[in-house]
Antibody, heavy 118, light 106 residues
Framework: EVQLQESGPGLVKPSQSLSLTCSVT????????WGWIRKFPGNKMEWMGY???????SYNPSLKSRISITRDTSKNQFFLQLNSVTTEDTATYYC????????????WGQGVMVTVSS | EIVLTQSPTTTAASPGEKVTITCLAS?????MYWYQQKSGASPKLLIY???SLASGVPDRFSGSGSGTSYSLTINTMEAEDAATYYC?????????FGSGTKLEIK
């Protein structure tokens, strides 16, 4: 069974970097696409970006200057780094598997709440 | 960016009642996906490619639509269907989600 698990600090100070890890079991990240999605207080959801089976990346243009998604295939993990965070980056962050051919996410992690505050 | 506007924002239905949630796109999309998110849980895929039921999803759920107008229907509301529902498109980059519809049980 495919399982994803996010981990990382729940509190980040403004202007610092937010770093999260998604650990995947039951499926290799060298197949499919692997993405990050966040849900803001108030329910708005935003796709942040993904890393492909080959290691190529695609980012939401709204974040392009601040975001980086990388991976460690030996550990079957992928990572999110978001730089220069503000309080507006406070959200629940999810990692998810995107279907290879279509644009939907079929497996999700349980999510990690990240608060940006001094 | 394609903006997806869902209606209603919030609604309530009695057990056995039919529920329809609409998702309007700011530009034409070729496919729509639907998710259900219960409180404290991660989103769950319900519908893919506009009208195909994801694995394990009860057949009281259905999806339809084309162009800029799509809908999710619950044929007979059950208490376990109380959740927030989101539409999502990826016909155009960036991938976007709808504004969400909170469905409560009466």
């Amino acid at each position: 069974e495919v399982q994803l698990q996010e981990s990382g600090p729940g509190l980040v100070k403004p202007s610092q970097s937010l770093s999260l890890t998604c650990s995947v079991t039951g499926y290799s990240i060298t197949s499919n696409y692997w993405g990050w999605i966040r849900k803001f207080p108030g329910n708005k959801m935003e796709w942040m970006g993904y890393i492909s089976y080959s290691g190529s990346t695609s980012y939401n243009p709204s974040l392009k200057s601040r975001i980086s998604i990388t991976r460690d295939t030996s550990k079957n993990q992928f990572f999110l780094q978001l730089n220069s965070v503000t309080t507006e980056d406070t959200a629940t962050y999810y990692c998810a598997r995107r279907n290879l051919y279509y644009g939907y996410f079929d497996y999700w992690g349980q999510g990690v709440m990240v608060t940006v505050s001094s | 960016e394609i903006v997806l506007t869902q209606s209603p924002t919030t609604t309530a239905a009695s057990p056995g009642e039919k529920v329809t949630i609409t998702c309007l796109a700011s530009s034409s999309v070729s496919n729509m996906y639907w998710y259900q998110q219960k409180s404290g849980a991660s989103p769950k895929l319900l519908i893919y490619s506009t009208s195909s039921l994801a694995s394990g999803v009860p057949d009281r759920f259905s999806g339809s639509g084309s162009g800029t107008s799509y809908s999710l229907t619950i044929n007979t509301m059950e208490a376990e269907d109380a959740a927030t529902y989101y539409c999502q498109q990826w016909s155009s980059n960036p991938l976007t989600f709808g504004s969400g519809t909170k469905l409560e049980i009466k």
